[in-house]
């Protein structure tokens, strides 16, 4: 079984949220679905200043099996991108909760953070796949 913080938010998607307490959210992907994905060799991540809308695609996570888009869980602007990312993507594997973190976005709408998952739903989610 994958590892699923219980302190983050998921969208069916894969992608996770965490609440960093000042109006801004980190996003990533799970550790499902970097399994999913295998080995990255390039992540392409939305500029600092993109505004990005829930549900719409806004970077893409290449591995070595496929690329993926990944999609925006929450509506607002970006504020941060994981520039370490560019010459070590693999970090995406290998901690995908932390230093393999994609970007930050400030929300425009913190209630659509309630569309989003809990842990056992997300655990619910992947159990059906």
Not at 11 to 40: C, F, K
Not at 93 to 115: C, M, Q, T
């Amino acid at each position: 079984m994958s590892n699923i913080p219980s302190e983050l938010k998921y969208a069916t998607s894969h992608e996770w949220v965490r609440n960093e307490g000042d109006g801004t959210y980190t996003v990533g992907i799970s550790e499902h679905a970097q399994e999913l994905l295998g080995d990255m060799v390039f992540v392409d991540l939305p500029d600092v200043g993109d505004e990005v809308d829930a549900g719409e695609d806004c970077a893409v996570a290449e591995s070595v099996k496929a690329a993926s888009d990944i999609y925006a869980p929450i509506s607002g602007e970006v504020v941060a991108i994981n520039e370490e990312l560019e010459d070590a993507p693999e970090q995406v594997n290998s901690d995908a909760y932390g230093d393999g973190w994609l970007f930050r976005v400030k929300a425009s709408d913190e209630s659509e953070l309630a569309n989003l998952l809990d842990a056992e739903g997300y655990q619910n989610t992947i159990d059906e796949d």
